[in-house]
């Protein structure tokens, strides 16, 4: 079964402050994907990773995908309220004939003003 | 303009039931979704359709039978509700499900409550 472990599960910090989230698996993916869900929403695209080694910056948001397309990280610099909610990560497969994404069950983040 | 629409978004019922979830997605895809979001918020895929085929269907019970009548439609039907079914459902699209890049575009979830 191929799992994608998220950590932490749960983060708190105040406003102003750096943090780290991961997303680990033993499994290769094609490709990943970062997602954020705020409370009564779907999850919304956040960037997508492909390229073993990837950095990519989304305003104050970084994402990098691991050498080896197992693992991925989103570091966050200077956080702000607006970026409460729950990131979650999900993994392409690459499987031709039955696509699927395989979902992290997701940090919850909350920054305090 | 609503790309992935749901409805309802909340549902309560009772145990026994049956109940049906609508999504319609105006984006032009051909693929379209069907996750369960757990309390734990594992979101699990249920069915995917593209072109209005089957080309998911996970482990799911079959009290749950999507259909889809258009590709911009994909409908879950759920019987005989138990109290394992409440969870968030949320219905999702994209352009191809085999080129492996897709972004998924979700729909705002139903709440499914069973009593």
């Known amino acids: 079964t191929q799992l994608l472990e998220q950590s932490p599960q749960f983060l708190s910090i105040q406003e102003g402050e750096n943090l780290t989230v991961y997303c680990n698996s033993s499994?290769?993916?094609?490709?990943l994907q970062w997602y954020r869900q705020e409370p009564g929403e779907g999850p919304v695209l956040l960037v997508t990773?492909?390229?073993g080694g990837e950095v990519k910056k989304l305003k104050r948001l970084t994402f990098q995908f691991g050498d080896a397309r197992k693992d991925s990280s989103l570091h966050i610099t200077a956080a702000q309220p607006g970026d409460t909610g729950l990131y979650l990560c999900?993994?392409?497969?690459?499987?031709?004939?039955?696509?699927?994404?395989?979902w992290g069950a997701g940090t919850k983040l909350i920054i305090k003003p | 303009d609503t790309a992935v629409s749901q409805t309802p978004k909340y549902l309560v019922t009772q145990m026994g039931n049956d109940k049906s979830i609508k999504c319609e997605q105006n984006?032009?895809?051909?693929?379209m979704y069907w996750y369960k979001q757990d309390s734990k918020k594992f979101l699990k895929i249920m069915f995917s359709?593209?072109?209005?085929?089957?080309?998911i269907n996970e482990t799911v019970p079959n009290r749950f039978s999507p259909k889809s009548p258009d590709k911009a439609h994909l409908n879950l039907h759920i019987n005989s509700l138990e109290l394992g079914d409440s969870a968030v459902y949320f219905c999702?699209?994209?352009?191809?499900?085999?080129?492996?890049?897709?972004?998924?575009?979700f729909g705002p979830g139903t709440r499914l409550l069973v009593l």
């Open positions: 984006l032009g895809h051909d693929t």
């Open positions: 359709y593209n072109n209005k085929e089957l080309i």
């Open positions: 990773v492909v390229t």
């Open positions: 999900a993994g392409d497969t690459g499987v031709d004939s039955n696509y699927q994404l395989i």
């Open positions: 499994s290769v993916f094609s490709s």
């Open positions: 999702a699209s994209s352009q191809d499900p085999w080129t492996g890049k897709e972004t998924q575009y």
